[in-house]
């Protein structure tokens, strides 16, 4: 296993459309592992393929002790809205906006050898399957902010010196620079 570098917005592959899984075997089993070596070093809760420069539909996630990966994710999700609360991203460090997400989701899909996976969740979890399955389909958090929270995250992207962080190892970026997510955290302890 080993710990992979995370892409910082303006790389493109965050912004492309992730290709759907289709070769299961070894290096799937690889990427995987990786992927989640990568996501509890930097204390993250969840993280997409391509926030790796993977372009492939696969994701990581382990939010309250739920934690897993899911190949290929399709959600299906609530009429109704949970409380906005504050994201973060990997790929966005230092910055936290309320996002608004759908209360309840159901994500299926497939695990690392093509069976089936179906998992229910609402709150934090249900956050995190949107956000994560946003990434797949080349959507940043930012995206959905509306209003002056929109205006003020240009504005620090803009601002910042993301060039610099890209040179530090990712263990020295999660401890200088990670971003919360509501009560949980994707970059941050919780």
């Known amino acids: 296993m080993a710990i992979l570098s995370i892409r910082i917005i303006g790389d493109p592959v965050l912004r492309t459309v992730a290709d759907p899984v289709t070769d299961f075997g070894p290096e799937l089993a690889k990427l995987v592992a990786d992927m989640t070596e990568t996501m509890e070093d930097v204390e993250g809760a969840g993280l997409a393929a391509p926030?790796?420069?993977?372009?492939?539909?696969?994701?990581?996630?382990?939010?309250?002790?739920?934690?897993?990966?899911?190949?290929?994710?399709?959600?299906?999700?609530?009429?109704?809205?949970?409380?906005?609360?504050?994201?973060?991203?990997?790929?966005i460090p230092g910055l936290g906006f309320p996002v608004r997400r759908f209360r309840k989701t159901k994500a299926t899909g497939v695990d690392v050898n093509g069976n089936p996976v179906s998992v229910e969740a609402e709150g934090m979890l249900a956050r995190c399957f949107?956000?994560?399955?946003?990434?797949?389909?080349?959507?940043?958090?930012?995206?959905?902010?509306?209003?002056e929270d929109r205006k003020a995250a240009l504005r620090a992207i803009r601002n910042a010196n993301y060039h610099a962080i890209t040179e530090k190892t990712t263990s020295q970026r999660a401890n200088s620079v990670g971003s919360s997510f509501g009560g949980g955290s994707f970059g941050v302890p919780e």
């Open 51 to 91: 926030q790796i420069g993977v372009s492939q539909r696969v994701f990581t996630y382990r939010i309250g002790g739920v934690e897993g990966h899911i190949i290929n994710p399709v959600l299906e999700n609530s009429d109704d809205f949970q409380p906005d609360e504050v994201e973060g991203c990997l790929s």
């Open 130 to 147: 949107q956000h994560e399955t946003d990434h797949l389909d080349g959507v940043l958090y930012t995206d959905r902010l509306e209003g």
